[in-house]
């Protein structure tokens, strides 16, 4: 029998000065949720556990942390399961990006236009991290935050979904 780890304190908080409130989260929750649906078919795909999950999505927030400070530098993870969420997910942000601009008719020189901001995109991925590792259960192949994903975010509530 496995323990729950110990629960997350304020001082153990991942990104802790990224701040998500409530309207963050209302506001964003088409994105929470594609980004959701996102990491939970690739873990299915890849057969991934909750640690690789964890691994791709703390990549990809450095990636975005370091964009945010005007250097282009993309952290990719030495594991290979994690990389291919890193992979899925970023697809995933790319696809969002040209829905949006089609919708919104917003089309550059350069083709598409950024109707969606980093930042917002690393407020969900932190979203999802904290989520990650209150719902992972510590065991070392555990999959309890896919399960959780699974429950939360089912195809059927994004199937249509509009960003």
Same mark, same amino acid.
Not at 63 to 70: E, I, L, V, W
Not at 90 to 104: G, H, T, Y
């Given at each position: 029998?496995?323990?729950?780890?110990?629960?997350?304190?304020?001082?153990?908080?991942?990104?802790?000065?990224?701040?998500?409130?409530?309207?963050?989260?209302?506001?964003?929750?088409?994105?929470?949720?594609?980004?959701?649906?996102?990491?939970?078919?690739?873990?299915?795909?890849?057969?991934?556990? +909750?640690? *690789?999950?964890?691994? @791709? =999505?703390?990549? %990809?927030? &450095?990636?975005?942390?370091?964009?945010?400070? !005007?250097?282009?530098?993309?952290?990719?993870?030495?594991?290979?399961?994690?990389?291919?969420?890193?992979?899925?997910?970023?697809?995933?942000?790319?696809?969002?990006?040209?829905?949006?601009?089609?919708?919104?008719?917003?089309?550059?020189?350069?083709?598409?236009?950024?109707?969606?901001? +980093?930042? *917002?995109?690393?407020? @969900? =991925?932190?979203? %999802?991290? &904290?989520?990650?590792?209150?719902?992972?259960? !510590?065991?070392?192949?555990?999959?309890?935050?896919?399960?959780?994903?699974?429950?939360?975010?089912?195809?059927?509530?994004?199937?249509?979904?509009?960003?």
């Amino acid at each position: 029998m496995h323990e729950r780890p110990a629960p997350i304190t304020l001082e153990s908080l991942p990104n802790a000065d990224v701040r998500l409130s409530e309207s963050f989260l209302h506001e964003h929750e088409p994105l929470v949720l594609w980004l959701a649906f996102s990491l939970c078919s690739a873990m299915e795909k890849e057969r991934a556990v +909750d640690s *690789d999950a964890g691994e @791709a =999505l703390e990549a %990809l927030i &450095r990636t975005y942390r370091t964009m945010d400070s !005007g250097l282009i530098y993309e952290t990719r993870p030495q594991n290979p399961y994690a990389a291919g969420l890193q992979e899925a997910i970023k697809k995933a942000v790319d696809e969002a990006r040209d829905r949006l601009a089609k919708q919104s008719g917003l089309v550059e020189q350069s083709g598409v236009a950024n109707a969606l901001r +980093d930042k *917002d995109i690393l407020g @969900a =991925l932190v979203f %999802l991290q &904290r989520m990650g590792m209150e719902y992972q259960n !510590g065991r070392r192949r555990g999959r309890a935050f896919l399960h959780v994903l699974k429950t939360w975010f089912p195809a059927e509530k994004t199937a249509g979904l509009a960003l």
